[in-house]
């Protein structure tokens, strides 16, 4: 039976860093924005789309039309519209997580994956979210990016109103909410490292 | 410096005896209830009164009426008010855990005392909440209080309720929120022995 950790994470959290850690140190694969390409590939959409809306959520009809991901026929034809390429996406991002959940032991960061692997029987499944003070986040994004404090912060709230909105229009529940995770670390207070030797050791507690 | 690790915990998730187990391996006193039967001692009031209160907020004034916390005097006196007794077990409650946390390493179970220690300098604090799916707590407490489900699952609910009242009261913080903690473990799914162990092996690494 495969293990498989999810992580969802605020932005500035390290979270992606904590989720790269606990792969290497375990020797499982490590997915992020790796598998939107798959999907992309596998679904014939451009990395140029994908870099517009990945992680975004279908926003709104104008929004779709502008993307031309609805399509209105008049006068000859009916009335009809295309699935939004968002959708499109997701659905096709939830097939690759799928399938390497079921083929190896590994780590995903981010895109709903937890909610996805929800009812898939046969993996072990570890939902973990990393969050962190608003303050030791825009100290680590102006550091990341050369931005200063108040972009950061901007960039910050802005990321992660993203990732509520995305997350609770494709799993209808509350992104960052307890309930949803099995192990939530402010790794402001416990440190990256730290953050990730907890997640290890849990798992190879499991393992033994 | 002293290390102290608060356990706020929701009803039926083994939160106590997580903590408990925690101070056992680290060897390190471990606070409960007994914090209230100091903290009533050093106070006068009787173990009766306290039974009655603890991890209680004070209520309404009609409460306060009834148990005798308020007092009026007419006619020949002011009307003045005494402090509930709620509130004055809550303040010799907070001067205990402060005292002891200055002192040994320790874990502290509920109390608001994460709230308490907030600002005090000189301690490693480390706030962790313990919860777990519904179902599974009312598992846990049918078999530890041979109570049917229904039982069960009120006990639950009201004690919940009453511990979220009682922290908000005097924290004015949101019980059970994410961000008032450092560590969240969903012991119903990581299980109570490894839940402790994860907070042990944190802890083992700190003090290294």
Known sequence: ????????RQYGSG???IGKLV????GFAFYDKKLVEIAAKN???SDETVKHIDEKATSSLLYSLVSGSYSIRGMNGP?????????KLFIAQSDVIKEVASKEDCVIVGRCSD???????????I?????SPLESRINRITKLHELNEKQAKDKILKSDKQRKTYYSYYSNR?????????????SGKIGIEESAEMIVNFIKGLNK
């Open 1 to 8: 039976m495969k293990t498989v950790i999810t992580i969802g």
């Open 15 to 17: 979270g992606h860093d």
């Open 23 to 26: 792969a290497q140190k375990l």
């Open 43 to 45: 679904s014939n959409i």
């Open 79 to 87: 009335l009809y519209y295309e699935m939004p390429l968002n959708d």
């Open 115 to 125: 909610y996805v692997l929800d009812e898939i029987e046969d993996i072990k499944l």
């Open 127 to 131: 939902n973990v979210f990393i969050y």
């Open 174 to 186: 509350d992104w960052g909410k307890m309930s949803n995770y099995d192990i939530c670390i402010n």
